[in-house]
């Protein structure tokens, strides 16, 4: 009798070794150079928790972490706002428009994230920008949108909900479409009106698909860098500086890599708290 | 089936873990791999640094078929700190453009080889004297050198001639209010592009940063912006006057943008171009781009020094340029100082001049050169070259100063934004400088 070869793990061992090397083996890394002295990437004493201690005494730090997850939770809801009307429309409708608005509201999400940021920033520069550009040509007055601490934010947090929008249509667009139309069509013979249709038989049935995309699309967001760093740069005066940006910047611009891994720990736990939240709502447990 | 697959797999595995273990120093057919970080891109260059830079390689190549150089382009405002990480790491590259604010710790790091080791020990007192200057000098640590000074620059105020020609301003300025009253002159609706032009642009975000202009009116009246011992020195009553005096700049005398908070460098590169300044403080090294992508009259673009204040005809700029080095554990430590050497030889840095639109390495460069830098559209170079020789500051390698060009111009945005007395976002700044080198 030949002998079985069990082939198994010599076909995930090249993932699984990628996975422990770029992802498992990183955070680990990090958690350990959060308890230490560090000279650039070299380990020159043991710190205990002197560098968790300076994270949370330093107060730009602590509000870049509020400012993060503030500005993550509106950019999230602002997704899935505009995610769940446009695709509410689009499964609605069957003709060419609808495959367009969905095909179309994907780029954002496939284009790189340092394009999309930096057409943006073109668009919202001051005298040059495209916006005031246009307002210049209707006879409006011209706007900074990344001139003050409160239009910088808002900025920002349209911006990130651009990127992600179209993710959110097609993940509920996909719910949606298993949602017996019969259903509905019945709660309007009954007399039941549109936002009492959504509440009572869109929602319900979608609950799955919305927490999930609602769960992705706000870790995306706090871990996003990139549109920040080229959006606005933190600024005004710290106004944008949200948590991963001050992540980035204390380890790549200061070289302060105990602390930036002690707050790298800290942002892993919110990201644990919000893994499990995922995992408990595509287990189906909530 | 199942056999042939397995085998396949293993195959896969093999030849995968070999490339990813990286035979970066031997590539195929035996030749020596040397990689470069650098800003730079040669891949398709026609002009500029870069296509000084590809003609460099080519040239280098052809006269070392056993050796291939290997450009991997990087960002520059993050390439030195990947620098740092990668030298942790082991896989560092084997040459490297090291930022000139970084050079301090890179040395103190031992992450650079030293020149004399490599090739200096072999050049004659006369070849040394060519190229001896203070950018030689930088980093000099125990009568060792570990850099030679590539993209030298040098901040200063680059200007439009036929705009201070055009409002008739008397230049060059004797001081610095004489210059904030010709940026008001200079101030208004353009008429040729109707765009707002603004007589000084400058930047004052935190994306990719230079140092603000108040660092150049400090240091044209207090010697040094740092301590002896590594903190910082900026709460002295010269920067409190020049942060002030770049605060009226923008609020008062309006000659700057209020969005300048947001601005990086790279912005108000962009929009000099497109006319939106008559002067921005900048690089000299930009120059050249700028002529190049300028919508008006390219050859109109000049630079000049900081104004004096009154003792000495001008002011302090900076000194800058990238640290070219060798990597101290490079496993063709001889083939990247060959390199290295070639980078500055007599046929390399006419090229740099040539193409590159940059200052020599070589005196002997210059005086074989002589009718070159004579010529009118070159004389940024001549300016950028007295510059060097009378009126620059160098920051200091003796001890790390990371993120000071980042606290300076938070200390902008706080006096811009919030309305902070000067003192007092300098005494915030300098106070978090000083914590994190541990001072």
């Known amino acids: ?286 | 089936m199942k056999r042939i697959l397995i085998v396949v797999l293993l195959v896969c595995l093999v030849v995968g873990s070999i490339n990813a273990a990286g035979t970066t120093e031997t590539a195929a057919g035996g030749k020596k791999v040397v990689r470069m970080w650098t800003f730079l891109n040669p891949e398709g260059a026609t002009s500029g640094r870069n296509l000084a830079l590809k003609k460099i390689i080519e040239n280098f190549e052809s006269q070392h078929p056993d050796i291939d150089i290997v450009v991997e382009p990087q960002q520059w405002d993050v390439m030195t700190n990947k620098f740092f990480a990668a030298h942790q790491a082991g896989n560092a590259p084997d040459v490297m453009w090291v930022i000139s604010y970084d050079l301090g710790s890179a040395i103190e790091q031992g992450m650079l080889a030293d020149l004399e080791s490599l090739f200096l020990n072999n050049w004659s007192t006369q070849e040394i004297q060519d190229i001896d200057d203070s950018f030689f000098r930088w980093g000099e640590t125990n009568g060792k050198h570990y850099q030679i000074t590539h993209s030298r620059n040098y901040f200063a105020l680059i200007y439009r001639k036929d705009l201070i020609e055009k409002f008739n301003i008397q230049f060059p300025f004797k001081s610095w209010d004489a210059m904030v009253q010709a940026a008001q002159k200079m101030t208004g609706i353009d008429q040729t592009t109707g765009i707002m032009r603004y007589g000084l642009g400058q930047s004052f975000g935190l994306g990719k940063v230079d140092p603000p202009i108040f660092t150049y009116d400090a240091l044209t009246h207090q010697e040094d912006i740092f301590n002896a011992d590594g903190t910082a020195n900026w709460t002295t009553p010269q920067m409190v006057s020049a942060v002030s005096r770049m605060s009226d700049m923008v609020k008062k005398f309006k000659v700057t943008p209020e969005e300048a908070v947001n601005f990086d460098i790279e912005d108000v590169y962009q929009d000099f171009m497109a006319g939106k300044y008559a002067m921005i403080t900048g690089a000299s090294v930009r120059v050249p781009a700028l002529r190049a992508g300028a919508n008006f009259d390219p050859n109109s673009i000049e630079i000049i020094h900081y104004p004096g204040d009154g003792s000495t005809p001008f002011g302090t700029g900076l000194f800058s340029g990238w640290a070219v080095s060798v990597w101290s554990k490079s496993k063709v430590i001889d083939e990247a100082g060959m390199f290295l050497e070639y980078m500055m030889s007599p046929e390399a840095d006419k090229l740099w001049v040539l193409d590159g639109g940059q200052v020599p390495i070589r005196k002997s460069t210059i005086t074989s050169m002589k009718d070159f830098f004579e010529k009118p559209e070159n004389e940024y170079l001549k300016i950028t070259a007295e510059g060097f020789a009378d009126y620059c500051y160098a920051t200091p390698t003796a001890f790390p100063i990371p993120s000071w060009r980042e606290d300076l111009n938070a200390v902008a945005q706080d006096v811009i934004y919030n309305n902070t007395a000067p003192r007092a976002a300098l005494e915030k700044m300098q106070n978090e400088f000083n914590a994190r080198v541990g001072k």
């Open chain 1, 1 to 286: 009798m030949r002998k079985r070869i069990n082939l198994g793990p010599i076909l995930i061992a090249p993932g699984f070794i990628f996975i422990f090397m770029f992802l498992i083996f990183p955070i680990f890394f990090a958690l350990g150079m959060s308890f230490f002295k560090t000279n650039f990437l070299q380990f020159v004493g043991f710190a205990g928790f002197d560098n968790f201690i300076r994270v949370i005494s330093h107060t730009e730090t602590m509000n870049s972490i509020g400012r993060g997850l503030m500005m993550s939770l509106f950019a999230a809801a602002f997704t899935m706002f505009v995610g769940f009307w446009v695709a509410y429309w689009v499964d609605s409708r069957s003709g060419f428009f609808a495959v367009l608005l969905q095909l179309i509201g994907l780029v954002p999400w496939v284009l790189s994230m340092v394009v999309g940021a930096l057409l943006w920033k073109w668009i919202f520069a001051g005298d040059l920008g495209l916006l005031n550009t246009l307002f210049r040509a209707l006879g409006l007055p011209t706007i900074n949108p990344l001139g003050s601490k409160i239009s910088a934010m808002n900025s920002l947090i349209f911006v990130v909900s651009w990127r992600t929008v179209g993710y959110s249509m097609v993940m509920l667009l996909a719910g949606m479409k298993t949602v017996p139309k019969e259903l509905e069509e019945a709660a309007m013979v009954d007399g039941a009106s549109l936002l009492q249709r959504i509440v009572h038989i869109v929602l319900p049935l979608i609950k799955t698909p919305l927490l999930v995309s609602g769960i992705t699309v706000l870790m995306s967001n706090v871990n996003n860098v990139t549109v920040p760093m080229v959006l606005t740069g933190g600024g005004p005066v710290n106004s944008t500086n949200v948590v991963a940006l001050a992540l980035y910047r204390m380890g790549f611009v200061n070289n302060q890599y105990g602390m930036a891994s002690a707050l790298a720990t800290i942002v892993i736990i919110i990201n644990v708290v919000l893994i499990a939240g995922y995992i408990r709502v595509v287990k189906w447990k909530f």
